[in-house]
């Protein structure tokens, strides 16, 4: 996830940080070979704080291109995308990464990205291409927004953890679940739109009724849910977070397994798979970019091989291309989600807003 979300850990994650991801041949030399000519030698990328990417496989993009990345966290994926949209035409970076299906046609339609059709694109499915016309994005990963639940404190209550959308109005799951509000964050919004998904539009606003009346918290990021109020991750552990229920990812038991000291055999922490809603994160060359050239070579690194490969463990997010082999430790521990919620990408940007609009004051009020 950034997320894209997608997911990282929030330790890695700093509202607003800078980061700059120097290489070999970066500060040295020109980018590009026309003659020698002075270019820009630094690619900016926009992202939400879930970003992430081995220190190696930057510098392999430097090695392969002179240019050296620098990165740009601004906040949860849609706090992000908002952010762009206030500076367009005037952006803080080359490349923005991490806006999503959710909020696609929000970005699109405010003009954020200029085409670009990156080279690799065969590679990728034609299902997750949902601006292959104009070529405006290029999808770079998939996720499952779905609920976790902490293993450990089901088994000592001897109650079995929910599956579906449906359990978890029911009483016995009462003030368990933690959720995003979905007009400040991208899990927060694809948990919503699940819900209308299983729910329609006549249905959901009833659905949420029901989790107000059974005691859901409503925060304002992944990183507070997750990481402070849930009870099975490390952080939510160390913060005294004690609600056994949260919106994240169908891959964010495998971040419970790479950073516990000593490893877990079982990852502590599972995915009620019926809760399921797919998402897709994409990058796009932001309009006014000071370094197309740097820009539209980053794009094209983003759904390469090495990139590709390097994410699962990263941001615990799927590649889309292909041929990219998936680690053992994120097969082992992630859940894979056969039948996943899904809405139209025409219905997201018909329904969205006014979704939204709904939401706040029936859950929020």
Same mark, same amino acid.
Do not use: H, W
């Given at each position: 996830m950034s997320t894209t979300t997608k997911i990282a850990?929030?330790? $890695?994650?700093?509202?607003l940080g800078v980061t700059t991801l120097t290489a070999c041949g970066g500060d040295s030399g020109s980018a590009g070979g026309d003659g020698g000519a002075k270019k820009p030698k630094t690619v900016t990328l926009v992202s939400h704080d879930s970003f992430n990417a081995s220190p190696a496989v930057l510098k392999e993009f430097t090695r392969q291109t002179g240019y050296t990345v620098k990165v740009l966290k601004s906040g949860d994926a849609?706090?992000?995308?908002?952010?762009?949209?206030?500076?367009?035409?005037?952006?803080?970076? =080359?490349?923005?990464?991490?806006? %999503?299906?959710? $909020?696609?046609?929000?970005?699109? =339609?405010?003009g954020l990205f200029e085409p670009y059709e990156a080279k690799g694109l065969e590679r990728v499915p034609d299902a997750v291409q949902l601006d292959k016309g104009e070529h405006r994005v290029t999808p770079v990963d998939t996720g499952d927004i779905c609920v976790n639940? %902490?293993?450990?404190?089901?088994? %000592?209550?001897?109650?079995?953890?929910?599956?579906?959308? =449906? %359990? $978890?109005?029911?009483?016995?799951?009462?003030? $368990?679940?933690?959720?995003e509000n979905p007009e400040r964050s991208s899990p927060g919004l694809g948990f919503l739109l699940g819900t209308a998904a299983r729910y329609g539009d006549d249905g959901w606003q009833d659905y949420w009724k029901k989790l107000k009346g059974n005691g859901v918290k409503v925060v304002d990021s992944w990183e507070l849910a997750y990481n402070q109020e849930f009870s099975g991750s490390a952080g939510g552990r160390k913060a005294g977070?004690?609600?056994?229920?949260?919106?994240?990812?169908a891959s964010s038991p495998p971040v419970e397994v790479l950073y516990a000291d000593p490893r877990p055999t079982v990852a502590p922490t599972g995915v009620a798979t019926g809760t399921c809603f797919r998402q897709t994160e994409f990058a796009g060359l932001l309009t006014g970019a000071k370094n197309p050239d740097g820009g539209k070579a980053l794009i094209d690194f983003l759904i390469g091989k090495k990139f590709q490969e390097d994410m699962p463990l990263q941001m615990f997010v799927n590649p889309v291309a292909k041929d990219a082999v998936l680690p053992e430790l994120f097969t082992r521990h992630g859940v894979t989600v056969a039948d996943p919620y899904t809405v139209a990408a025409g219905k997201i940007a018909q329904k969205r807003d006014g979704w939204i609009q709904a939401w706040t004051p029936l859950v929020l009020k």
């Open positions: 850990v929030g330790a $890695l994650a700093a509202a849609g706090e992000a995308v908002n952010k762009a949209i206030l500076t367009k035409g005037a952006p803080q970076g =080359d490349v923005f990464f991490g806006v %999503d299906n959710t $909020l696609l046609s929000r970005a699109l =339609d405010n639940y %902490d293993k450990k404190y089901f088994a %000592d209550k001897k109650l079995a953890p929910p599956k579906t959308f =449906d %359990d $978890l109005a029911k009483p016995a799951y009462k003030d $368990l679940l933690v959720v977070g004690d609600r056994p229920l949260v919106v994240s990812y």
